[in-house]
């Protein structure tokens, strides 16, 4: 639901921003976004005993855009809406426009096999022609015996798995037999 909402705020900020700004603004609530982590931030904005304006202030003071007219206006209707928890979401959401907009998407390659840049180069390449977009890929090491590639914006999961193989081979021989 939060996500939702942060979508409609988003849509109405992009149409008040031209180009330049969008990428100041989706900067600054990435910092903004990073911030919500702290349990003394959130226990700043969650206070009921500070008014909307110092609550605005002192996110402006923690941007390097606070001059930034229509930025500080869209944190003041947040925070007289009670809604500043949302940053968090529409940080995500400024990024996906953003992808959208470049044409540009991240991705993930987990597994618990070794990819070189060779290899991770090449699945860029091919994903970015497939899809006519360009594609970056960050590989991260975990437990899944085989290879995961998500690219969440566009909605694509990829997976080979080593156990399921064998599963299905197994199955496969016993059918035969």
């Known amino acids: ?5 942060a979508k409609k705020y988003v849509k109405a900020l992009i149409l008040a921003l031209d180009a330049s700004e969008f990428d100041r603004a989706s900067d600054e609530f990435k910092k903004l ?3 919500f982590s702290i349990p003394k931030f959130n226990f700043i904005i969650d206070s009921p ?3 909307a304006k110092s609550k605005v202030e002192f996110l402006l003071s923690l941007i ?3 001059s930034n007219k229509k930025l500080g206006n869209f944190l003041l209707l947040l925070s007289q809406r009670q809604r500043l928890h949302l940053i968090p979401e529409i940080s995500k959401e400024f990024e996906y426009q953003k992808a959208i907009r470049d044409a540009k ?3 993930i390659i987990s597994g618990n096999i070794d990819i070189t840049p060779a290899q991770k180069s090449e699945l860029e390449s091919k994903f970015s022609n497939k899809f006519d977009v360009k594609v970056e890929f960050e ?5 899944f ?3 995961k590639i998500e690219l969440d914006d566009l909605g ?3 997976s080979f798995s080593i156990d399921r193989l064998k599963a299905q081979m197994s199955e496969y021989i016993l059918k035969v037999i």
């Open 33 to 35: 976004a990073s911030a």
């Open 64 to 66: 390097d855009d606070s």
């Open 105 to 107: 998407y991240k991705g």
């Open 156 to 158: 694509v999961e990829v």
């Open 145 to 147: 015996n085989g290879i």
């Open 1 to 5: 639901m939060r996500e939702i909402v």
């Open 49 to 51: 005993m500070i008014d």
């Open 139 to 143: 590989t991260i090491k975990n437990d």
